[in-house]
């Protein structure tokens, strides 16, 4: 029971941010859990919830927001699974470090990171540079559509030709 509350507590402390660093943590606390879990020490509820401390208050918030819209059908006061929150945290975490450089956690180029140096989800929107359209122009390209959509519309009037 220490060595998981030493887990949990140490992950807590350092701010998970990448997906190495995550798997990381889960792969430490699923050793330690299953065993106590299969033993009997822990229940799965006691198991889940020292899981869910473990991940920071950062990724939390935004493990917490991909669950209310991936399982709406667990009530507000129901703990989520180990499975559903690492399913989560992978899915929040994608596109981040997955190597951990030698050292015990490891660190992201700054910028990267959205409020609470938590990434964002999905990537950050960025709009392609395209130049803009003189008026002209488009007035030059819309007449030939103009015509032919006026001749069909209207074939008994004749060719209309607006200039």
Known sequence: M???????????????????????????FYQVSKWLTNSGRIGSLKRDRFFRN????????????RLSIVERDVRPGDPYTMTQMKAAAEFVLHGTN???NGTKYSQQTPG???????????????????????????????????RHFRNRLFPSFGTIDYQ
């Open 2 to 28: 220490a060595n998981l509350d030493r887990i949990m507590g140490e992950a807590a402390r350092t701010n998970i941010k990448t997906i190495g660093q995550f798997a990381d943590y889960y792969r430490k």
């Open 98 to 100: 997955t190597s951990m």
């Open 112 to 146: 990267l990171y959205a409020q609470n140096d938590m990434p964002y989800f999905g990537q950050p929107k960025t709009t392609p540079s395209i130049p803009p359209v003189k008026i002209e122009e488009t007035e030059k390209n819309r007449r030939p559509f103009q």
């Open 54 to 65: 473990g991940l920071g208050p950062g990724l939390w918030s935004n493990i917490q927001h």
